[in-house]
């Protein structure tokens, strides 16, 4: 693993990978490395595109060693059927869950999906649970995510079994939205301001917020435009 690889060379970069995998699987089964199992699955994913064995190493991973991004990982390839696993949105939600209270890099991600699963009821015996739904996009929107803030806002506007409609948390949320760059946030505080509906009225910032909502768009559009290129 030493020095320089010459990339331009095949076999050279053939071994380098292959001495890649055998690193990660030494530190994931015989040093008991969490991070080094994730590695690994990150490896057999990406270069391998060994999708069962990236499950097998994903399910060791989250279900012994409880790694967070194991068990978001787990839980996207449970939503799609990938990797050979039986397709289970209850197990995914579970594996999401997970995540969420675990920590790490993808743990917002994970309090997202977990609220997404909760909100249609996929996930639940009894049907959409929109209290279950509100404590996961909380613990997301709290971390910085803007669908979950947008998401907490439309479950104050509608309401629903378990919790109440409520304009002036409705506002709140897609304030929160909207600060976090969500086009739709701005957009629904911006005809609560324009309706004062839950708020006192208010046209200067219902016109301010509709602009920024245009901002974003054209932002958007932008860089779907460069990526398109």
């Known amino acids: ?109 994970a309090c997202h999906n977990v609220g997404l699963l909760a909100h249609d009821g996929r996930a639940m015996d009894s049907g959409p649970d929109a209290r279950a739904a509100h404590e996961y996009y909380e613990k997301a929107c709290a971390g910085g995510f803007a669908p979950s803030c947008f998401n907490l806002s439309a479950l104050y506007i509608r309401g629903s079994p378990g919790l109440e409609k409520d304009m002036s948390l409705a506002l709140k949320y897609a304030m929160r939205a909207c600060e976090l760059g969500h086009v739709w946030g701005c957009s629904n505080a911006s005809r609560i301001y324009k309706l004062g509906d839950g708020t006192p009225k208010d046209d200067q910032k219902a016109e301010e917020l509709k602009n920024r909502a245009k901002e974003l768009h054209g932002q958007q559009k932008e860089q779907q435009l460069k990526f398109g290129e």
């Open 1 to 109: 693993m030493a020095g320089l690889i010459n990339f331009e060379d095949e076999n050279e970069v053939k071994e380098f990978l292959d001495n890649l995998g055998v690193e990660y699987s030494f530190q994931c089964y015989r040093e008991k490395d969490p991070e080094g199992c994730q590695r690994l699955a990150d490896y057999l994913e990406g270069v391998k595109k060994n999708y069962e064995s990236t499950a097998h190493v994903l399910k060791h991973n989250c279900e012994t060693n409880g790694h967070g991004e194991s068990c978001y990982k787990l839980g996207a390839y449970y939503v799609t059927g990938k990797g050979g696993l039986t397709q289970c949105l209850k197990t995914a939600y579970s594996c999401f869950e997970h995540s969420c209270k675990a920590g790490g890099k993808k743990s917002v991600d």
